[in-house]
């Protein structure tokens, strides 16, 4: 496995952020995004994790709840990279792809444009 720091790999989500369209980054809503080293059992390759409601199912009952919940996960991400230089293109995929579940986009076209 690629050895990379907690730190460092956060660096890099922050900055995958920061590649974010400001137009884009202004509509996401309601959501916050960790960093943690690995996935629930029985899902040890999973990169990332969207969880919440999509902004495009939410209506006037959204009120009062959770922030949606993005995680990045760090092993699995350092496992399946052979270099720093995967790692920052793979963070920067991954971000994107769960990014865009918030917007209400499904894996099927994430995969179309290149982000899963």
């Avoid at 990379?4 to 884009?24: H, N, T």
């Avoid at 029985?42 to 919440?52: K, Q, R, S, T, V």
């Avoid at 990279?81 to 995967?86: D, K, N, V």
């Amino acid at each position: 496995m690629l050895e990379m720091s907690r730190e460092r790999f956060e660096e890099l989500v922050g900055e995958a952020l920061d590649r974010i369209p400001p137009e884009l980054a202004r509509l996401m809503d309601n959501v916050v995004i960790f960093v943690e080293d690995e996935p629930e059992p029985g899902a040890p390759e999973l990169l990332g994790l969207y969880e919440g409601t999509p902004l495009t199912e939410r209506g006037d009952w959204y009120a009062g709840v959770l922030p949606d919940r993005i995680t990045i996960y760090r092993n699995p991400t350092l496992r399946m990279c052979a270099t720093s230089e995967e790692v920052v293109a793979e963070v920067g995929v991954t971000v994107v792809h769960e990014i865009g579940h918030h917007f209400g986009i499904d894996d099927e076209r994430l995969h179309a444009l290149g982000y899963g």
